[in-house]
């Protein structure tokens, strides 16, 4: 039965930023009688409902700000005669949720890699279930993604997996508890294979697509030898030397080869690390930096993190080290005042951050945060287009609400305002000029500007403004700067050997 892999979007731009690793990860685990599995990325443009025939297999994957998409998509792939199976993060937060709405025969929860070819042959079987538990697989069952499906010249990076799971907790983040506190951390030669891969094929731009990549940090080493702690302290000595052995790899693939991860602002302790980073070539990392008040950090249950000068000092301290910063704040926190937003913003510059995102704040299901406002809400909770506002996902994306929580001093539309006005002054093309200065050339100078300008109309324009002209707007000049952009990015493929 021919097997089509669907990553939904309400909106397609054409070209890429990122590879959305699951669907190659998926295609892999793909057994080779199903033939070659059909790959749709609706970012890049929507799914061909035509291409579908009955008894095909739809695999769908969603998150949850794509989960309305991804439930249309079933939904008419189903009527069309698939088999609809669907997967990702928001279904395995909802199973249940892909059944009654998204036209679902089965939903995968968790891991996708090793439970793929069973949840196929029970589809050919007639036998699935409508639940498969596949729960966090050990770091050495992770199927190395197909890249030979990766089309030609609509991405900007590929994406690569080298850690999975994270020790921290922060309330607004769901990956500490779905993909666990346990860092499981991919063998490096298998990293190292993918990585060559894309570069073979003109991929020279990398997303390490890792939730944290500092698992390790120093004080948790100290914390297990101050506790006598010998096994955790020897376990977690032997995690931390592979990062360096992964870095040392990195360091020696071919010189255009760059790299970008996500990382926690621990690391700027870490001038070892940060040094072997450097080497490594990973020159950017986004770093969630959430608020720049103490009260802030409080809320989000991030007190790791530092505020005003030290916050910018230890910032800082990762661009002496050859890393860029692409900076994560949030906005609506409840001890966000007005002052707030144009003192983050004050922070970013001096701080000297290349790119920033001014996120506002989100309950993510699965999050401590989404279960306090679930629960504060009690039986009140407001409806938009018939729909609870603790199911947001599902409110028509033009009638989402863009704040969600009441905060104590700012109306909504205050908040999205504000935070609006904050990415016009951080993306200003005064302001982004004077940043290109990191860059060694005009042309990379002309790069940035071009790539700090289409990050803005992707996620700013398209995601806060709730105009819809706007948006539409926003998402012409997306695809205007996006194809200019990608090929920017380019290189020439390399031989096999
Ligand atoms: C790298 C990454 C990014 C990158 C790249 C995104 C990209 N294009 O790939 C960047 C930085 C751009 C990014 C942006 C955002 N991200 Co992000 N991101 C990640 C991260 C760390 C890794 C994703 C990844 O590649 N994983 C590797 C693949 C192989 O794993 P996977 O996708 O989970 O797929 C596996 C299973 O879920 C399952 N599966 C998946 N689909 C399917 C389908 C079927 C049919 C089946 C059977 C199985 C299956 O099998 C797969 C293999 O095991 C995840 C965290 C995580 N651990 O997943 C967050 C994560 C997905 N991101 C998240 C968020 C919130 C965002 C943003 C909204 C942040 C923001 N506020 O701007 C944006 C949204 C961008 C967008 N429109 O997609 C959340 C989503 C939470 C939620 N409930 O939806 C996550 C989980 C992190 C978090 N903090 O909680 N992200
Ligand atoms: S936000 Fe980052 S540091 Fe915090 S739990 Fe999530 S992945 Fe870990």
């Not at 008419?76 to 892909?98: K, M, N, S, W």
């Not at 996120?359 to 409806?383: H, R």
Request: charged residues 20%; glycine residues 8%; aromatic residues 10%.
């Amino acid at each position: 039965m021919p097997v089509h892999l669907v990553n939904p979007s309400h909106l397609s731009f054409g070209v890429g930023v990122i590879t959305p690793r699951w669907l190659f990860v998926l295609a892999a685990a793909t057994p080779a009688s199903h033939g070659q599995p059909r790959l749709t990325d609706e970012t890049l443009e929507p799914f061909d409902l035509e291409s579908v025939a009955p008894g095909d297999i739809v695999g769908v994957g969603i998150h949850t700000s794509n989960a309305l998409r991804g439930y249309e998509v079933g939904t008419l792939a189903r009527a069309r005669g698939a088999v609809v199976i669907f997967g990702g993060i928001h279904a395995t937060l909802y199973p249940e949720e892909a059944l009654s709405l998204g036209g679902a025969h089965a939903v995968v929860r968790g891991d996708g890699d090793v439970v793929w070819p069973l949840v196929l042959d029970h589809a050919v079987r007639g036998t699935l279930q409508p639940i498969y538990e596949a729960g966090r697989i050990d770091a050495d069952q992770f199927v190395s993604a197909r890249w030979d499906l990766l089309p030609n010249g609509r991405y900007m990076w590929g994406s690569v997996q080298t850690v999975r799971g994270c020790p921290k907790h922060c309330s607004f983040c769901s990956v500490w508890r779905t993909d666990g506190q346990k860092p499981r951390q991919r063998a490096v030669d298998a990293v190292v294979d993918e990585i060559m891969d894309l570069r073979r094929r003109g991929v020279r731009f990398v997303a390490l697509a890792d939730d944290n990549f500092y698992p390790v940090t120093l004080a948790d080493l100290a914390l297990a030898e101050r506790h006598g702690q010998a096994g955790r302290y020897e376990q977690l000595r032997a995690l931390r030397a592979e990062r360096f052995e992964l870095m040392d790899r990195l360091a020696q693939l071919p010189s255009d080869m760059i790299f970008f991860t996500q990382i926690t602002m621990e690391a700027a302790e870490d001038a070892a690390f940060l040094e072997a980073m450097r080497r490594a070539r990973i020159k950017g990392a986004l770093v969630g930096v959430e608020a720049v008040t103490p009260e802030g950090l409080k809320d989000v249950f991030k007190s790791f993190n530092d505020v005003g000068d030290a916050l910018v000092a230890r910032l800082r301290v990762f661009k002496d080290h050859g890393v860029h910063v692409l900076g994560s704040f949030i906005f609506g926190l409840p001890s966000d005042r007005p002052a707030t937003f144009g003192a983050t913003a004050d922070v970013a510059e001096r701080a000297g951050v290349s790119f920033a995102q001014f996120v506002m704040l989100t309950p993510y299901p699965g999050t401590v945060d989404f279960e306090a406002w679930e629960k504060k809400l009690g039986g009140e909770v407001a409806q938009i287009a018939g729909v609870p506002i603790t199911r947001h996902w599902l409110i028509p994306q033009a009638q989402r609400p863009r704040v969600f929580a009441r905060h104590p001093v700012m109306p909504p539309d205050e908040i999205r305002a504000r935070t609006q006005a904050v990415w016009d002054r951080f993306y200003s093309l005064r302001r982004i000029w004077a940043r290109s200065k990191c860059t060694p050339t005009l042309r990379a100078r002309l790069a940035f500007v071009l790539i700090s300008k289409l990050y803005r109309q992707m996620y700013a324009n398209t995601g806060i403004a709730t105009d819809s002209a706007r948006v539409t707007r926003a998402n012409r000049w997306a695809r205007l700067l996006a194809k200019p952009c990608q090929r920017l990015f380019a290189a020439g493929p390399l031989p096999s050997n």
